[in-house]
């Protein structure tokens, strides 16, 4: 038991040791994450509208399309200015705060 225990331990050690993400690559991380979410979100949203779409049909479906349609390009815009400023924070040319339950982080830009 007490080897397991030591194991365990030693293990999670080497896994930490090996992720040595700087902060500016982890909060990249969390803005591409974040991002991506909420355009996955955006998107899931825009299939229920064009669902009850065909489920309505007549004009207001093609209307009704249309707003779907308007939404994924609003998701396909988050997602591509989510990369553009996670790619501006690994690059240091913008900062960014991270929350996590325990705490915030922040980093300036360092250009």
């Known amino acids: ?3 397991s225990l030591t194991l365990t331990i030693l293990a999670a050690t080497l896994a930490l040791a090996g992720c040595n993400k700087s902060t500016k690559d ?9 991002t991506s979410a909420a355009a996955s979100d955006m998107e899931s949203q825009a299939d229920g509208v064009e669902n009850q779409a065909a489920a309505i049909g007549g ?5 009704t399309v249309a707003t779907a349609d308007a939404m994924r390009d609003s998701a396909d815009t988050m997602r591509k200015e989510g990369e553009a400023k996670a790619d501006a924070v690994e690059a240091g040319t913008m900062g960014a705060t991270t929350t996590t339950d325990s705490a915030s982080t922040t980093t300036l830009p360092t250009r």
């Open 1 to 3: 038991m007490k080897t």
């Open 26 to 34: 982890a909060q990249a991380d969390a803005v591409r994450d974040t």
């Open 59 to 63: 004009t207001t479906e093609n209307s």
